[in-house]
Nanobody, 123 residues
Framework: VQLQAFGGGLVPAGGSLRLSCAAS????????IGWFRQAPGKERDFVAG????????YYADSVKGRFTISRDNAKNTVFLQMNTLKPEDTAVYYC?????????????????WGQGTQVTVSS
């Protein structure tokens, strides 16, 4: 099982980025995928999650209305479109596979993680 997150970078406040999470090694369509982020000295926080079919999505309040999670099951990839970025969005972003089909918001709910991609938003 492997997940690889990429697409991070440095953007000014108000800008946009699109993160991708490429998955391999298991039946991708059956798995809920989540995005988390971790800023220096802080805990890893839930950002967004999407069910295996893509029909159910869930967002942290801090990103609701600005971020959109989606998936392309034909390409085993999950996306996180991030708009109207703020300096407080600066963090390393991780994608992860949920242990079950249920959509959880805590790191313990997920068993495999990508390596993370840095997002830096300048003020």
């Amino acid at each position: 099982v492997q997940l690889q997150a990429f697409g991070g970078g440095l953007v000014p406040a108000g800008g946009s980025l699109r993160l991708s999470c490429a998955a391999s090694g298991w039946t991708f369509t059956g798995s809920t995928i989540g995005w988390f982020r971790q800023a220096p000295g802080k805990e890893r926080d839930f950002v967004a999650g999407i069910s295996g079919s893509g029909g159910i999505t869930y967002y942290a309040d801090s990103v609701k209305g600005r971020f959109t999670i989606s998936r392309d099951n034909a390409k085993n990839t999950v996306f996180l479109q991030m708009n109207t970025l703020k300096p407080e969005d600066t963090a390393v972003y991780y994608c992860a596979r949920a242990r079950t089909e249920a959509l959880g918001t805590t790191p313990a709910w997920y068993d495999y993680w990508g390596q993370g991609t840095q997002v830096t938003v300048s003020s």
